[in-house]
């Protein structure tokens, strides 16, 4: 009997829309998309734009900005354009004034100020806001060729996963595919090596 299976096939059932997920197939090369699950927080027309959900930065934010609360919050790599600004993605809602809504009840920047001005206040719970150095971006229609090639499985996600992932979450989100895609975790980081 011949088993016609292709591992590396990538079947996404989902298109690519703001709020969902991508899940970087095994063996994406990068420092900054080998394993990666990138939340989209824009998708339209004129591209897309994303958050590195797994990466950690070496740094917290009370390393990065002296005059930050008295919370030292930990900082993602949100990807590799401009990695010199700071970004970040919250559960607070019409809380933080110009926050962009990615779905649900979660959003994306706003007001810093008036974030700090919250946090000093003890209003925000670490689950509630993840900081990004950088952001990942696409220009019009770069991401659908990279889904088409095999790259990504476009997924659903709920916002306890996002705001509660860490590194590991790029494991939890293969496990959560189902399917074939759960056999990833299996495959080593380099095939070289196996």
């Known amino acids: 009997?011949?088993?016609?299976?292709?591992?590396?096939?990538?079947?996404?059932?989902?298109?690519?829309?703001?709020?969902?997920?991508?899940?970087?197939?095994?063996?994406?090369?990068?420092?900054?998309?080998?394993?990666?699950?990138?939340?989209?927080?824009?998708?339209?027309?004129?591209?897309?734009?994303?958050?590195?959900?797994?990466?950690?930065?070496?740094?917290?934010?009370?390393?990065?900005?002296?005059?930050?609360?008295?919370?030292?919050?930990?900082?993602?790599v949100g990807g590799p354009v401009n990695t010199d600004n700071l970004y970040y993605i919250h559960t607070l809602g019409n809380h933080i004034q110009g926050s962009i809504k990615v779905k649900d009840d979660l959003?994306?920047?706003?007001?810093?100020?008036?974030?700090?001005?919250?946090?000093?206040?003890?209003?925000?719970?670490?689950?509630?806001?993840?900081?990004?150095l950088g952001y990942s971006g696409w220009s019009p229609g770069q991401l659908d060729t990279e889904i088409a090639e095999n790259s990504w499985l476009v997924a659903e996600s709920d916002i306890q996963m996002i705001m509660n992932s860490n590194k590991d979450l790029w494991l939890e989100s293969v496990k959560q595919a189902g399917g074939p895609y759960k056999t990833w975790k299996n495959f080593p980081k380099d095939p070289k090596l196996n």
């Open 1 to 76: 009997m011949k088993v016609d299976y292709d591992f590396f096939k990538i079947d996404s059932k989902l298109a690519p829309q703001k709020g969902r997920i991508i899940i970087s197939e095994p063996f994406l090369q990068g420092n900054y998309f080998s394993r990666s699950t990138v939340l989209l927080a824009d998708y339209s027309a004129n591209g897309a734009v994303g958050f590195i959900l797994n990466k950690p930065f070496k740094a917290g934010i009370k390393d990065l900005f002296a005059n930050f609360p008295d919370y030292n919050y930990d900082v993602l």
């Open 107 to 132: 959003y994306w920047g706003g007001d810093f100020e008036q974030l700090k001005s919250i946090i000093d206040l003890g209003g925000v719970s670490p689950n509630q806001v993840k900081f990004f």
